[in-house]
């Protein structure tokens, strides 16, 4: 299994246009031609080693938002919450309330911070 951010790197805007063309053709009305674009751009993605998942952009979750805005503020952090935030950035998981608590704290201190 590869890992999501480097699976992504490597989805790039030439294989991102050729995937993009195909699925276009996923609305054909001849079942052949959808079926073979179906078929040709699963193949293109697995030899490119990567997984539909990798291919389709979620967006990122609040927290995920949220941890990323407290992140390009590092110097207003305090080592702990350094610690916390490259901590969270690397879950693959929603956070605990308890954590996410945390740094919803952390994200108004610094938005309120921003605004004085």
């Known amino acids: ?10 989805v790039n805007p030439k294989l991102a246009a050729r995937i993009a063309q195909l ?3 996923f609305g054909s009305h001849h079942d052949g031609e959808v079926v073979n674009a179906a078929r040709i751009a699963d193949r293109l993605i697995r030899d490119c080693g990567l997984r539909w998942s990798d291919v389709i952009a979620q967006p990122p ?7 990323a805005v407290c992140g390009r503020r590092w110097p207003q952090l305090s080592d702990r919450e350094r ?4 901590s969270i950035q690397r879950l ?5 309330d308890r954590q996410l608590a945390w740094l919803e704290a952390i994200y108004t201190r610094l938005q309120a911070a921003e605004g004085s």
């Open 92 to 96: 693959r998981r929603q956070p605990s």
């Open 61 to 67: 979750a609040e927290w995920q938002h949220m941890a």
């Open 1 to 10: 299994m590869t890992d999501r951010g480097a699976a992504q790197a490597l």
């Open 23 to 25: 699925a276009g053709m």
């Open 83 to 86: 610690d916390f935030l490259t």
